[in-house]
């Protein structure tokens, strides 16, 4: 069974950080773009970024430019998504996914093999 486990939501306040991980059980997706999504209550899963297999390239929404960050060590590692000058319109259930279309989509539809999740809440 093949799953992708994200961890280290939690709450924080507005301008600190949090780092999420991503990893895959199961099977390995070590030669997959890998990106992260979030939802926040009553509005639709967003991209948010995405990195290559190997790492060296990336592309982020508009939205968190400048503050996010992701990141990946070598094909086999976790996925990571550093997040900075948190804001609290960035609180939201944020989700890993693999790219399963072309690089640079940034649609749900383009994604596939969803993790449950892990909220981010961040106070005023």
């Known amino acids: 069974q093949v799953q992708l486990v994200e961890s280290g939501g939690g709450l924080v306040q507005a301008g600190g950080s949090l780092r999420l991980s991503c990893a895959a059980s199961?099977?390995?997706?070590?030669?997959?773009?890998m990106g992260w999504f979030r939802q926040a209550p009553g509005k639709e899963r967003e991209f948010v970024a995405a990195?290559?297999?190997?790492?060296?390239?990336?592309y982020y929404a508009n939205s968190v430019k400048g503050r996010f960050t992701i990141s990946r060590d070598n094909v086999n590692s976790p996925v990571y998504l550093q997040m900075n000058s948190l804001k609290p319109e960035d609180t939201a259930v944020y989700y890993c996914a693999v790219l399963t279309t072309i690089w640079g989509r940034q649609s749900e539809a383009d994604f596939g093999h969803w993790g449950q999740g892990t909220q981010v809440t961040v106070s005023s």
């Open positions: 199961g099977r390995t997706f070590s030669t997959r773009t």
């Open positions: 990195i290559s297999w190997g790492g060296t390239s990336t």
